[in-house]
């Protein structure tokens, strides 16, 4: 398989891809709504799109590096804490 059949592959996975079904069904429901003029239309269509928007943003995030970070302040937190119990022993 080449480079360009990869890249294609890719392409199509990303526009089949549950985010953008998700929005796409979203702006269908929206959509119907205006058409019909029904107001739980309108909440399911923008429930959905704000649904895929933050299911988006949260699939984008770099979740290791997240936790790496976490990990690192409360080693911080466990210092800072270790050595203000050292301070208050010795200064007793």
């Known amino acids: 398989m080449n480079d360009k059949e990869k890249q294609e ?3 199509l ?9 998700l929005f796409l069904m979203g702006c269908v429901s929206l959509v119907s709504g205006f058409y019909t003029g029904e107001l739980t239309q309108y909440f399911w269509g923008v429930l959905i799109i704000g649904g895929s928007i933050a299911l988006h943003f ?3 995030r770099d979740w290791k590096k997240h ?3 976490l990990e690192l302040q409360q ?5 800072l804490e270790r050595r203000r119990k050292e301070e208050e022993k010795n200064g007793r």
């Open 58 to 60: 949260v699939r984008k």
């Open 9 to 11: 592959i890719s392409l």
């Open 67 to 69: 936790w790496a970070d």
């Open 13 to 21: 996975g990303r526009i089949f891809s549950m985010e953008v079904l």
């Open 75 to 79: 080693q911080a937190y466990n210092e």
